[in-house]
């Protein structure tokens, strides 16, 4: 499944380029490998989904400016891969020392290849293994899980269960409740404490050194969408700690029904999970009138959506109801894939809403997670609706906009549905068709002045500290957007067609 980036420098075909690291990066030679790609394109790394080693030539990094160089080694750095190998020769003759510290201080290993090599070889040389090693672990893993299905089968509990694991891989094993209660173990003795990522996170389907050498690899295990435990398997020094992960990830369904028989849910929170399952379909108003007073929803009382899309949305539901029961009266949520919804009362309604909107911007979610709370429904018969917008304010949100409001979109969201594209973009032309083509032909950011100055209710000093602009440069700008598109809209009908154009061009 991977090996050591040490292991991987000493096979044959990547030897022969005279491998070099170039910078100091704690424990790079023991960085998991778990595929080689090469790559000239810079904007390689949103493709990438971690533990990578990405071979390039360097010709279109020795093309750009050394901001975009050190733009380039960030973003590969934030998708975690596990190095970057540059060639280098005539086109890149040798790495840079600014684009090298920029690497170092984002923890990626950056090696030099002092001769050239065909990339090819190295990937089927490294990649036919890693294969290999893939398919062998993915059999012992299946192997595993029948295994302990047989034993449950037979009445085993969560021991029985934890020993066929450990016997099967290798390593110790535990079940460990979200609030840190030790639910099953075999295997001998555990490390003290549970495992954590290096910046001291809890660990989450990942697999972590341990100071004796060797390594922990923590699974999570739900019930009915809701984080019931989370598998812990320590490997000692010498093990194979892929296998560990593999078994786990095959075994938590297994260990999921051995919970569910220790600890069937409540009829509240089954009710409360069905309620979300029919408002996620948008089943018929009657089902969503019985499931909402079972799982302790009024009928008539006010509600709203939260979406928080994450690769973590499962391993996120613990906080986010602690979060939900701090802000609300009521609420119920459900996990499905990459996405965690909940359904929250508001009993006095947008107060309320703002208090939780106010909290969900302080929680901590993984990087690249979105997050979105729908419009205030009148009830539960409106729950689906407002999941609904929610998830489309989502798809409309501008980039990096943290926590998204529905309500702030509502006039985006109403185009969407309601207006073509095309009736949009003739909109847009008709009222700053002259500020567009400014933009376009001068580079310039006339459109985006005239947003956020119409944003902040036409206030100057507010927008220019959005914008990070003098007063006077704002001025400016505004004057000439006066100029394209016929006057100062203040006072007239024409402020809120701008305004709305402006609007439909975010679209």
Request: aromatic share 2%; glycine share 10%; with cysteine.
């Amino acid at each position: 499944m991977s090996i050591p980036l040490g292991a991987a420098l000493e096979y044959e075909s990547l030897k022969s380029a005279a491998p070099r690291v170039l910078n100091l990066v704690p424990d790079a030679m023991n960085r998991a490998v778990r595929w080689v790609h090469s790559s000239e394109v810079l904007d390689i790394a949103p493709l990438l989904s971690g533990g990578e080693l990405l071979l390039s030539g360097g010709q279109a990094l020795a093309g750009v400016t050394p901001e975009r160089q050190g733009d380039y080694v960030r973003q590969l750095a934030a998708r975690g891969i596990a190095a970057l190998a540059l060639e280098t020769g005539p086109a890149l003759p040798e790495v840079p020392e600014a684009m090298l510290a920029i690497a170092e201080a984002a923890g990626l290993p950056v090696i030099e290849l002092r001769h050239v090599v065909p990339f090819v070889g190295v990937m089927q040389e490294i990649n036919s293994l890693l294969v290999s090693e893939s398919v062998e672990h993915l059999q012992r893993g299946d192997q595993a899980s029948h295994a302990m299905a047989a034993e449950l089968a037979h009445g085993g509990g969560l021991d029985q269960l934890l020993a066929v694991l450990s016997e099967r891989t290798g390593a110790s094993a535990r079940l460990v409740s979200p609030s840190g209660l030790t639910l099953g173990a075999s295997g001998g003795t555990f490390p003290a404490g549970s495992a954590s990522a290096p910046d001291g996170s809890p660990a989450t389907n990942n697999t972590y050194a341990m100071d004796d050498g060797g390594s922990v690899t923590t699974v999570d295990v739900p019930v009915r969408g809701v984080l019931a435990a989370r598998l812990e398997l320590h490997m000692p020094d010498g093990g194979d700690a892929a296998l560990a992960r593999v078994a786990g990830e095959r075994s938590v369904d297994i260990l999921g029904l051995a919970l569910l028989q220790r600890m069937p849910p409540g009829l509240k929170e089954l009710a409360g999970i069905e309620l979300m399952r029919a408002i996620n379909s948008g089943s018929q108003q009657w089902q969503l009138q019985q499931l909402g007073p079972a799982s302790g929803f009024p009928v008539k009382g006010a509600v709203a959506a939260v979406v928080i899309r994450s690769t973590g949305a499962g391993h996120l539901r613990p906080a986010v109801d602690a979060l939900l029961r701090q802000c609300v009266p009521h609420s119920a949520s459900y996990a499905n894939n990459a996405e965690l919804m909940a359904l929250a009362a508001l009993g006095d309604g947008a107060a309320t809403r703002r208090g939780l909107l106010d909290a969900l911007r302080q929680l901590e979610v993984p990087a690249g997670s979105l997050v979105a709370v729908g419009p205030l429904g009148r009830g539960i018969a409106q729950a689906p609706w407002s999941l609904a917008e929610a998830r489309r304010a989502l798809e409309l949100a501008p980039a990096g906009n943290g926590v998204v409001d529905a309500d702030t979109l509502a006039v985006e969201l109403l185009a969407d549905e309601s207006l073509d594209p095309a009736t949009r973009e003739g909109f847009v032309e008709r009222q700053l068709g002259a500020v567009v083509e400014h933009d376009r032909v001068k580079k310039s950011e006339l459109m985006l002045t005239l947003a956020v100055w119409l944003d902040t209710g036409c206030n100057t000093a507010q927008a220019a500290r959005e914008l990070h602009l003098e007063r006077q440069s704002l001025h400016h700008r505004l004057q000439r957007i006066f100029d394209l598109c016929g006057g100062d809209p203040r006072g007239t009908g024409r402020l809120a067609a701008l305004h709305l154009a402006t609007r439909l061009a975010r679209l």
